[in-house]
């Protein structure tokens, strides 16, 4: 099982640009989460994704958005790119369980952006 | 969510237990309390969580206070290896809202 998988691993992109993060979650896993972590912060919550859905949302704004593909895959898509979206994206896999619980989140590696 | 309070840092020696408290006093009937740690540059590990009872598994054990409002999580000997910041959760299991957390130095 190779876990969850993040590509690419590192990007540098110029101030309003658009890029495009890439997820595979954990086998048998069907909900997947995006955060963002800032240099000496703890991960934030941007988005969750179950059933092809945007579920629940963090505060970011707009120029961030997502999808889920039927393969449970994901995409974080980042608009406009500014100097502070410099951070470490992390994704995060997880298995919805009765009563909307979700198990443990399985998190990968995560993408080291940077904008200059 | 319930908000959590934790130690900024903390020290152990190698072999010993590491005890790490977490505050939760706001925490609500159908939240969990959830660990996890992150060792520098890599993504979150998820470590343990519980609802209500005390849970162990291979990596460490969750002591929940009967009114909940607080937790430990045990490293019951810590190695070199076990150095980290360690966040503590508490939510109803969707989006997880990570704090400062505490970083553990396990020392020789």
């Known amino acids: 099982d190779a876990g969850v998988t993040q590509s690419p691993t590192h990007l540098i992109k110029t101030r309003g640009q658009q890029v495009t993060l890439r997820c595979s979650p954990k086998s048998g896993h069907d909900t997947v989460s995006w955060y963002q972590q800032a240099l000496g912060q703890g991960p934030q919550f941007i988005f969750q994704?179950?059933?092809?859905?945007?579920?629940q949302r963090g505060n970011f704004p707009d120029r961030f958005s997502g999808h889920q593909f039927p393969n449970y895959s994901s995409e974080l898509n980042v608009n406009a790119l500014l100097l502070g979206d410099s951070a470490l994206y992390l994704c995060?896999?997880?298995?919805?369980?009765?009563?909307?619980?979700?198990?443990?989140?399985?998190f990968g590696q995560g993408t080291r952006l940077t904008v200059v | 969510d319930a908000k959590t309070t934790q130690p900024p840092s903390m020290d152990c020696a190698e072999g010993r237990a590491a005890n790490l408290p977490c505050n939760h006093s706001t925490i609500s009937g159908n939240e969990y309390v959830y660990w996890y740690r992150q060792i520098h540059s890599q993504g979150p590990q998820y470590i343990i969580h519980?609802?209500?009872n005390n849970e162990t598994n291979e990596m460490a054990s969750l002591i929940i206070t009967e009114d909940r409002k607080s937790s430990t999580l045990i490293l019951p000997h810590a190695t070199l290896r076990d150095t980290a910041v360690y966040y503590c959760?508490?939510?109803?299991?969707?989006?997880?809202?990570f704090g400062q957390g505490t970083e553990l130095s396990v020392k020789p």
């Open positions: 995060a896999s997880s298995q919805l369980r009765d009563r909307g619980a979700l198990a443990e989140a399985f």
């Open positions: 994704y179950y059933e092809e859905e945007e579920r």
């Open positions: 959760i508490v939510g109803p299991g969707g989006k997880l809202i």
């Open positions: 519980g609802l209500k």
